[in-house]
């Protein structure tokens, strides 16, 4: 036995010197031109590599840093650069024959950069394009190399996605990891991936990519399923800041492309929601269940289904999309029917809708139907809107109007009681325009018209009023008929100003009737509501 275990220890006393010595005996060094080369032409872009090192025990090769180049026509930077880079290799052939055979690449620590130009291409669709290589070789095919690579990480990196205009500050992805298993150019393989979002947020994506295209690689099929956490909108690459949009996200959905087509679908939830840049965070979350397909080559899309849920109401939002360029044009349809005004009544902060302080709506359904088209920074969206049997609790208008409600002998109240509203919108960076206003309001009666909303929120409405009860004899016996009181709205959405013109109204069409009250002449005792008094 103790033979036995002499030998055994020498055994092991040999193979430590052999790992000891081999790293000086094998200059790996001489692999680098070798290992260069090879990921060169893989990757179609000058790959370099820096100083190498043998590690016996982790059989692999490792360089203290990496650099691969960036597309020319977009950038003389690095397209990705790390500081180390790890090679799996074959120990046996590396020892005995000379030989390279990679099993596994690890970089660790990548700074990669993304860039799109203003044709909506990337600087990684030439990424593995092989014409430019095999024709410096002679050749004149572009079928990538045949490589295969066991094992593929990136591990903790950081990625930066930008645009060559600059007009968009860059967006930083950190802790970004990566595992490729059984990579190959010409067949598919597995991709785990997670990334650290903006804000704090987490990307996870699970599924499957390749074969890769060989003329561009941002073509290559992909099915995946992705998972978005505490996504922040103002600081994505989804949206652009100037439009305004934020709030945090989740997204649960999947990808499938097949290198032409990529369909996109699943449910997004977002919470303190806001539309416009002079909005505030709606006070309700909203969840959009969607599908889309997008044309890969051409940049476009349409939106098979958007439904648009805040609490029990729910509108539909269909459409087209062009991301060519660099600002997204759409062309949508919104349509939502007698959804409840008190589940809406909480987004409208979002969209930037000021009601009078200290109000609030309260009841009753709201209709709805909008088509927008442009570019999304000159939007312009037109429709109309229905709302009924709901109220403008805290605010009232009979108050505001107090020489017409008292013509109509109503009693106001504290609030605004809405029978029914409708209007024309039409919704652009120049403000927002109402037109054909219907709005029957049972302590008053129908006021009719239409006006302006400033991007400042500014008022400037010109409405006239139909006045119910006694106000309706009023009109009748002045012979205005359906010509009722102007009223001149102004002031801003937060506190408006009402100036109904009652002089103006009186003066050419009663000022014979209010000379004195009598029997033939019923009018003369409301001269006191206009502020003067009976004549003699």
């Known amino acids: 036995m103790k033979i036995v275990f002499k030998v055994i220890g020498i055994v092991i006393v040999l193979l430590i010197v052999v790992a000891i010595a081999l790293p000086f005996l094998v200059n790996v060094n001489n692999f680098r031109p070798q290992i260069e080369s090879n990921l060169s032409l893989a990757l179609g872009r000058p790959v370099k590599v820096g100083n190498l090192s043998l590690g016996i025990f982790s059989g692999s090769v490792g360089a203290d840093q990496l650099s691969i180049a960036d597309d020319p026509k977009f950038s003389s930077a690095p397209f990705i650069q790390a500081k180390s880079l790890q090679v799996g290799v074959e120990l046996m052939p590396l020892i005995f024959s000379k030989q390279l055979n990679i099993t596994r690449l690890l970089i660790d620590h990548p700074e990669i950069t993304l860039l799109r130009n203003r044709e909506g291409v990337w600087n990684f669709s030439s990424l593995g394009n092989q014409a430019a290589p095999a024709k410096a070789a002679g050749k004149t095919s572009s079928t990538p190399a045949n490589v295969n690579v066991a094992k593929l990480d990136l591990t903790d990196g950081t990625v930066t996605v930008g645009s060559l205009s600059g007009k968009r500050k860059p967006v930083v992805y950190d802790k970004v990891n990566v595992a490729v298993r059984n990579f190959s150019f010409t067949s598919a393989f597995p991709v785990i991936a997670s990334a650290g979002l903006p804000g704090g947020g987490s990307l996870k994506i699970d599924g499957s990519a390749g074969p890769i295209n060989s003329t561009d690689t941002s073509l290559t099929p992909v099915q995946a399923k992705l998972n978005l956490r505490k996504l922040d909108l103002s600081q994505s690459a989804i949206v652009a800041p100037e439009l305004g949009i934020s709030g945090s996200a989740d997204f649960d959905g999947t990808l499938s492309s ?124 037109t429709g109309w809107v229905k709302m009924s049997n709901t109220a403008l609790a805290g605010f009232n208008l009979g108050s505001k109007l107090s020489a017409i409600s008292a013509l109509t002998g109503k009693q106001t109240g504290s609030d605004t009681s809405i029978q029914n509203l409708s209007s024309d919108v039409r919704y652009a960076p120049e403000g927002t325009r109402l037109d054909k206003i219907n709005l029957v309001i049972p302590a008053i009666g129908t006021v009719t018209g239409a006006g302006t909303v400033s991007p400042n929120n500014a008022l400037d409405f010109k409405m006239v009023a139909n006045l119910d009860g006694v106000g309706a004899g009023l009109n009748k016996v002045a012979g205005l008929g359906a010509g009722g009181i102007p009223v001149s709205i102004a002031g801003t959405t937060s506190n408006p100003t009402f100036m109904p013109d009652m002089k103006g109204m009186l003066g050419g069409q009663l000022k014979g009737l209010l000379k004195g009250a009598d029997k033939n002449n019923p009018l003369g005792g409301l001269t006191g509501l206009f502020g003067k008094k009976n004549p003699q």
């Open 258 to 381: 097949n290198g032409h087509m990529a369909k996109a679908g699943g449910t997004l939830k977002a919470t303190s929601l806001k539309l416009v840049p002079k909005g505030s965070p709606a006070g309700v979350p909203v969840q959009v269940v969607f599908a889309v397909e997008h044309n890969l080559q051409t940049e476009a899309g349409k939106l098979m289904q958007g439904d648009v849920a805040m609490g029990k109401a729910l509108a539909k939002l269909t459409g087209t999309y062009d991301m060519h360029g660099e600002t997204t044009s759409i062309h949508t349809k919104l349509n939502g029917q007698a959804m409840p005004v008190d589940d809406l009544e909480a987004m409208l902060p979002a969209l930037g809708v000021i009601l009078p302080t200290g109000s609030r709506l309260k009841g009753g359904t709201l209709s709805v139907e909008l088509n927008s088209a442009g570019p999304l920074d000159k939007l312009v969206s």
